[in-house]
């Protein structure tokens, strides 16, 4: 296993996505604790998270929920299980996910949504920091040949790729989030989809002026599988520069997989490093993520 040498002086780092890829990341750099922040998409509204949003206006927690079991993976106990459990054959809660169920009744207890998210961090024994992009409600829009398309779901669906990514409509972001975010040494982008995991945070235009302003190394990390969107066929130059033009936000550092070759020349340094995961086809290796950001924080230092 190897050592961590650099990651340790890091004051904060801060990772930035949503679903399984950012559940992934902020795992493999979870003995970091509250210097770990991660900054979640909440603009989910499909399955269990789609039904509750449609149901009672609240935040997105499909992301979330993810990124707290993937943090608690190490340790299985009764809370984690409860948590991940997926109601069946139950009748209108067929579908629900436990978990998002707790969040969302936390949520209905609590002043804020953070205040219910560090409540079950707590239950769960989680050190590191988890922060939703805004704590108001928010789609994902598109525009597509001049018409505008609503909703994760439908933007994930699309055939091909969006003039126009928005978040709708205009909200605040947290915070707590700006704060992580001026504090960090290190901000960590993907992996995941682009458009609906990467991207979300950075639409907001205050989160994309305060990454643009850090002075923190800015990380991109590769996918292993080419993702299937309207983008996936995209090579990581085009994606990269789309980002840029929506958001001014641009990479320090492309941390890429070995498995895909090499990438195109870039803007910014290419660090190319086996990622991939030995037994689960198609996800990062934490301890390979562990190891190849520790080599790139030596940069801080």
């Known amino acids: 296993m190897y050592s961590v040498k650099v990651l340790y002086q890091c004051r904060r780092i801060v990772a930035i996505g949503g679903g399984h890829g950012l559940g992934r990341v902020m795992a493999s750099l979870g003995f970091l604790g509250e210097r770990l922040s991660g900054i979640v998409a909440t603009t989910d509204d499909g399955g269990s998270t789609g039904r509750l949003r449609d149901a009672s206006g609240c935040i997105a927690w499909g992301?979330?929920?993810n990124c707290l079991n993937q943090l608690c993976s190490d340790s299985p106990n009764l809370a984690r299980i409860l948590f991940e459990y997926r109601f069946k054959n139950?009748?209108?809660?067929?579908?629900h996910n436990l978990g998002n169920l707790i969040l969302l009744a936390m949520d209905q207890m609590c002043v804020r949504p953070l205040d219910a998210i560090n409540l079950i961090r707590?239950?769960?024994q989680v050190g590191a920091e988890l922060i939703p992009m805004s704590e108001e409600p928010a789609r994902l829009g598109a525009v597509v040949d001049g018409q505008e398309v609503v909703g994760e779901t439908a933007v994930d669906s699309l055939e091909k790729r969006p003039e126009k990514?928005?978040?709708?409509?205009?909200?605040r972001p947290t915070d707590e989030a700006l704060a992580k975010i001026k504090e960090s040494e290190m901000i960590i982008l993907g992996p995941g989809s682009f458009m609906t995991s990467i991207l979300p945070a950075l639409l907001i235009p205050e989160i994309a002026e305060s990454?643009?302003?850090s002075k923190a190394l800015k990380v991109f990390i590769g996918n292993i599988n080419q993702e299937l969107s309207a983008v996936g066929k995209m090579p990581i130059s085009e994606k990269l520069s789309w980002m840029n033009e929506m958001t001014g936000v641009y990479p320090d550092?492309?941390?890429?997989?070995?498995?895909?070759?090499?990438p195109e020349r870039l803007q910014c340094d290419t660090h190319v490093r086996p990622l991939a995961d030995s037994f689960q086809p198609g996800v990062h290796s934490r301890e390979a993520l562990r190891q190849s950001l520790d080599q790139l924080a030596s940069a801080l230092f």
């Open 90 to 95: 139950s009748g209108d809660i067929s579908g």
């Open 211 to 213: 990454i643009r302003s």
């Open 63 to 65: 992301d979330l929920r």
């Open 253 to 262: 550092v492309l941390l890429w997989p070995e498995e895909n070759g090499q």
């Open 165 to 171: 990514l928005m978040i709708l409509p205009t909200i």
């Open 122 to 124: 707590q239950m769960l």
